[in-house]
């Protein structure tokens, strides 16, 4: 803009000179936008930098605290889409919507929501201030969350420059370089794509996502997050951008950037400055972005899986073991030799479960190697392999040289053929404890997975200690929770007994400010637990089919996947709707 604001009070003698360097310090030191600051520090009244804020932009102005609103018309904006570029909705007639907005220019946030209402967006200003009240009192957000809003707006400004600016420039950053709202602030004067990234990539944190996907398409780029496993949508920027974004993630995980047509693996560190609650110090937290590349139709699709070591549960007790499959599965991996296996889809949290069993084993007296691809989290005191299938460095050929390493434990990420199932079998049949994972549906079907790989049955009968089958449901929210008005018929669809609806009480998430209007926040696992005892190892060197496996595990006390689930609904942890599509009967 022609006039910035600083300009513009002072030439108003609203502040001083002295006041405006002051207001400048703080914004370094908290971040946020100047005109926030100085109503922060009692510079100027929220009235009068409204008025300031009007000329500046040219557009009418809004007071949103002199006003009630409609709440049906707040509501034409959901609470997500408002957060994240600022706005809340004022009044309606048929064909247009008014919008208060703290930046009456972001194009794309009147294009988003006139896409989302069918209506023509009027905007007017507001202050950064008055609009942070106004959501709070009108979307029941919590004034506290002040490190999520500065992301998505961080985001949202990003964006914008996109639209504003050709400036396609790339600047390599420092694996080391901390990644803050701070950082972000001072390189108001670096190329938007450099600024976009990092905002990306520091809203992925705070929201708690585990992966983003970045998607090429023939008229758009589609951005997505991964949060409690489920992804949302976080932005569409502009198609020309598509190619230096993509650049500069590949510059970032040390890519060839001119290697556009076959698959490509690398990996960003970033440190992450976490202002915490408020009052809290500031802690440093270290962060790995897993980055692979796709070659599609339309560029290439990225997607950076998060590796965050403050978010990895070591505590087996958290995971959500019911408390007699708790009992087993440690029973299990105390045992001095044998194999204990977790199985289940890719993101159900088997890398949790194994780091959180051999944390439990690490002690002095104890010799553990692992072999990975990839290594997801150092952990001291355990010696990790990096597999590299590219210069021979397989699974097979790793479980081979720890056997010459005199290991007590070894850990395989996973039994991907039958020669490291062949090799695994032989260490835990040699004094060895051996954890790893498969790809099954349940505990049960792990045992013909391994003999279909070529593994005898007599050596899965006298190598496996205990089988493991999880998955992740999402965690109700705990703040937004309310009891669910389900009929009897979709209960006893779901598993429940007869005797099981009295005093049920089955809930699920309302959304609210803290759930990001979900209804979840976080995860639990669901198990089921598979102990080896003499009749199940007879039904092994029988030949018995999994169905009779299963039956004679269940009379031994394995809780299936669905029963575990039911037990999470029974607890208030879980919803109905979530267990029923992550298990079946």
């Known amino acids: ?76 904006v959901p609470a997500e889409t408002a957060l994240k570029y600022q706005v809340i909705s004022v009044g309606r007639s048929a064909t247009s919507l008014t919008l208060a907005m703290t930046d009456p220019t972001n194009v794309f946030a009147m294009d988003d929501i006139k896409f989302m209402t069918g209506l023509q967006i009027t905007p007017v200003v507001a202050s950064e201030s008055g609009m942070r009240e106004a959501l709070a009192r009108y979307y029941e957000t919590p004034l506290s969350s002040a490190a999520t809003v500065s992301a998505a707006d961080l985001v949202s400004r990003a964006l914008e420059d996109l639209g504003q600016s050709g400036d396609d420039g790339l600047e390599v950053v420092a694996e080391s370089e901390a990644i803050d709202a701070a950082t972000l602030e001072r390189q108001g004067g670096e190329a938007p794509v450099i600024r976009l990234v990092s905002a990306l990539m520091l809203s992925a944190i705070q929201r708690g996502a585990s992966d983003i996907h970045l998607e090429p398409y023939e008229r758009e780029m589609r951005i997505r997050f991964r949060i409690d496993g489920v992804l949302h949508p976080v932005m569409a920027p502009p198609l020309k951008y598509r190619d230096p974004i993509t650049s500069r993630i590949k510059i970032m995980a040390q890519l060839d950037i001119a290697e556009k047509r076959l698959p490509q693996d690398g990996r960003i560190k970033a440190r992450f400055n976490d202002p915490g609650v408020a009052g809290a110090p500031v802690t440093t937290r270290e962060i790995d972005f897993r980055v692979s590349c796709l070659p599609t139709l339309f560029g290439e699709k990225i997607v950076l899986r998060l590796l965050d070591r403050d978010q990895l549960r070591l505590d087996m007790t958290r995971l959500g073991f019911e408390t007699a499959a708790l009992a087993r599965f440690e029973t299990a991996i105390r045992r001095p030799w044998g194999m204990v296996l977790v199985t289940g889809p890719t993101g159900s949290g088997k890398t949790n479960t194994l780091y959180s069993a051999i944390s439990r084993l690490n002690q002095p007296g104890v010799n553990i190697l692992t072999a990975e691809d990839p290594v997801e989290f150092n952990l001291a005191g355990i010696n990790q392999v990096q597999v590299k299938d590219s210069i021979g460095l397989t699974f097979a050929t790793a479980l081979r040289a720890f056997l010459r390493q005199d290991p007590n434990v070894i850990l395989v990420g996973e039994i991907r053929d039958a020669e490291t199932a062949a090799i695994a079998v032989k260490a835990a049949l040699t004094g060895h404890l051996v954890l790893s994972t498969l790809h099954t549906n349940d505990a049960p079907g792990t045992v013909s997975r391994l003999v279909n790989m070529g593994v005898e049955s007599f050596l899965v009968a006298s190598s496996v200690n205990l089988v493991c089958a999880q998955r992740l449901v999402r965690r109700l929210c705990e703040h937004c929770r309310e009891p669910d008005q389900l009929t009897p018929e979709v209960l006893l669809e779901a598993g429940f007994s007869a005797d099981d609806l009295h005093g049920l009480a089955p809930f699920h998430g309302r959304g609210c400010r803290r759930c990001g209007g979900t209804g979840y926040k976080g995860r639990v696992g669901l198990f089921e637990v598979m102990a080896s005892s003499e009749a199940i190892r007879r039904l092994i060197l029988d030949g018995a089919p999994v169905s009779e496996l299963r039956s004679q595990a269940m009379a031994e006390g394995m809780v299936t996947l669905r029963q575990s689930g039911l037990q999470k609904i029974r607890e208030g942890l879980t919803s109905v709707d979530d267990v029923i599509r992550e298990t079946v009967m």
Not at 8 to 16: A, H, P, T, V
Not at 26 to 53: C, I, P, W, Y
Not at 60 to 73: K, R, T, Y
């Open 1 to 76: 803009m022609a006039v910035r604001l600083g300009e513009l009070l002072l030439r108003d003698k609203r502040i001083s000179s002295i006041q405006l360097q002051e207001a400048l310090t703080h914004q370094r030191a908290h971040g946020g936008r100047l005109g926030s600051n100085l109503v922060k520090l009692g510079f100027v009244r929220d009235e009068d930098m409204t008025a300031v804020l009007s000329r500046q932009y040219g557009v009418a102005s809004i007071v949103l605290g002199q006003f009630d609103l409609d709440p049906s018309v707040v509501r034409l």
